[in-house]
């Protein structure tokens, strides 16, 4: 028995599922997880010493590669200064500031600690601005675990194939509705569906969490238009793309303005951090400003806050940060694309910036339905080969590749090298 097998066996004695989220139990690709002990640059090792090139980057915030040693420096600075005081600190200031300058319409911002945070709170201060209860969501579109957006949510929820969860109260979700991703008309029918009663459209500009599913052209900048004529708010759900696909997230990148928009885990360079903000009107419905209550001891931690500062900071101080990193990207994506077709692999390969994904089926995915068709079986053995070669993938068809940094040509190379001997 391995060492991360041992543990697996100890864990879930005691943590539901083995695991803090569902996702990484590894379930759908008939594996028990492997436990990481550490990780440096694009790589990880395991408890056995097994040691892989990772393309998880904790989903998202290793945007410079794991233990980036700015980031180090900053944390390990702010821990000598005291973990937590629940009161202001300059560093939030600082965080702040530095998120207005980089992200287009960013006026005011509130720290809180998680994306599913961000994204409750976002949501509410919307209802409060506007004073409706109606949201719209899309389908395989996933905005982190609180009640009203477990509705259709991508994730982990499309991992074990269901569409919702349990004990969530249909109270909680009687106001959200679902329209299909990439597909224009479905919003607009629940615009006409529900006059005057819609608070706001809340969209993962890339889908990254049903694989990855770009948006068409013209989708964002019409989601922009039918909010404006419906009075509504268009809030841009940045966890995955924010400080991602741009500085300014998937509003730079793909030039459209959210009223509101939610950030995670890359603002923390690590740490349990995530934001929302945006529009200066909005936002001061926020408390104390206003009425929209929102709350928490944690927010703003100063330790986060310094690891955060630290990330964002080296990403909008090196100028051709994103050029580069895309610019990796897109060659990788296109030789990874390439190569299951000249083996007549039956796929979708579909990427933007620094993230991608590949489903096993013939159609073009562009929306939830589409990502249903791909041969899970097949990503299964896709993924326990990819592993037995040192590559470390999400564990599931429904979640995103990501590129750092820190992956280095030697090692993008030696995981084509893996892809080709697997097509073979
Ligand atoms: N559902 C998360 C990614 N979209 C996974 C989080 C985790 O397991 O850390």
Redesign the pocket.
């Known amino acids: 028995m391995t060492n991360s097998e041992m543990l697996f066996e100890r864990a879930v004695r005691h943590i539901p599922g083995g695991v803090n989220?569902?996702?990484?139990a590894f379930g759908s690709v008939g594996m028990t997880p492997r436990f990481i002990t550490r990780g440096k640059g694009d790589r990880l090792w395991d408890a056995d010493g097994n040691e892989y090139i990772d393309f998880v980057g904790?989903?998202g915030p290793m945007i410079l590669g794991h233990a980036h040693p700015a980031v180090l420096e900053a944390v390990n600075k702010a821990a000598r200064d005291g973990l937590s005081f629940g009161a202001a600190t300059e560093r939030e200031v600082q965080m702040a500031e530095l998120i207005c300058s980089a992200v287009p319409g960013m006026e005011m911002v509130r720290m809180v600690n998680s994306g599913t945070e961000a994204v409750m709170s976002a949501v509410r201060a919307a209802r409060g601005f506007t004073g409706r209860d109606k949201l719209i969501k899309f389908s395989g579109c996933?905005h982190g675990h609180s009640d009203a957006m477990l509705v259709k949510a991508g994730?982990?929820l499309m991992t074990q194939g269901i569409p919702g969860s349990g004990g969530v109260p249909e109270g909680s979700t009687k106001d959200t509705l679902s329209a299909v991703y990439n597909d224009l008309e479905s919003a607009e029918a629940l615009f006409d569906m529900y006059p005057g009663q819609i608070a706001a459209v809340i969209v993962e500009p890339v889908g990254a969490?049903m694989g990855l599913v770009p948006p068409k052209d013209g989708f964002l900048a019409w989601l922009r238009s039918l909010c404006d004529k419906n009075g509504a708010l268009l809030i841009f759900d940045e966890v995955i793309t924010g400080f991602r696909l741009a500085l300014g997230g998937a509003q730079e990148y793909y030039g459209v303005k959210a009223d509101l928009c939610t950030y995670g885990k890359i603002i923390g360079g690590g740490m349990p951090v995530g934001a929302y903000g945006g529009r200066r009107d909005i936002m001061s419905v926020v408390a104390p400003l206003g009425r929209v209550y929102q709350a928490g001891t944690l927010s703003g931690n100063p330790v986060a806050m310094a690891a955060g500062l630290a990330q964002l900071t080296v990403l909008s101080e090196t100028g051709d940060f994103y050029e580069k990193l895309n610019g990796k990207s897109d060659a990788f994506f296109a030789e990874y694309d390439r190569i299951l077709s000249d083996a007549g692999i039956g796929h979708c390969l579909n990427h933007t910036a620094s993230l991608g994904c590949v489903f096993f089926t013939e159609k073009k995915v562009a929306d939830y339905e589409d990502a249903q068709t791909s041969d899970t079986e097949r990503f299964a053995q896709y993924f326990r080969f990819m592993m037995d070669k040192g590559i470390y993938l999400a564990p599931s068809q429904f979640?995103a590749m990501f590129l750092s940094a820190a992956h280095t040509a030697e090692d993008l190379e030696k995981t084509l090298d893996a892809l080709r001997e697997f097509a073979r």
């Open positions: 989220s569902p996702v990484r904790s989903w996933y994730s982990g969490n979640e």
